[in-house]
């Protein structure tokens, strides 16, 4: 890293399952003051199971248990409205314009 940086490498972050790469924060003390958990799973690595959660997911829908959020604007006029609502985060789960 150049000398003039602003940035201090902290630590190591893990690309992808097979390497590593450096990150780094605007401020030595950022560390101290916040910190962060990131937990997940890599979906292909169970795409096998697609049709089993799948069907769980179906299940859980028709007995309402699980529901998709929809946003609904009212009227083809509101259409710029609508667009703008995505693009601001202004629309939660599926966004409609109902004619």
């Keep these: ?12 972050l893990v690309v992808g399952r097979t390497g590593w790469q450096d990150y780094a ?5 950022a560390p101290m003051r916040a910190t962060a ?3 997940g799973f890599i979906v ?3 795409l096998n199971r ?4 799948l069907a769980q997911l179906a299940e859980w829908m028709a ?14 006029e509101q259409l710029p ?10 629309n939660t789960g ?6």
Excluded: C
């Excluded at 599926?94 to 004619?99: A, F, P, S």
């Design 1 to 12: 890293m150049a000398s003039n940086s602003p940035d201090y490498p902290v630590g190591r």
């Design 25 to 29: 924060v605007a401020s030595a003390s």
């Design 37 to 39: 958990d990131l937990e």
């Design 44 to 46: 292909l690595d169970h």
């Design 50 to 53: 697609a049709p089993e959660v």
């Design 63 to 76: 007995q309402h248990k699980l529901t998709a959020p929809e946003t609904v604007v009212e009227g083809f």
């Design 81 to 90: 409205v609508a667009i703008n609502m995505v693009f601001d985060g202004q």
């Design 94 to 99: 599926k966004l409609v314009v109902k004619l």
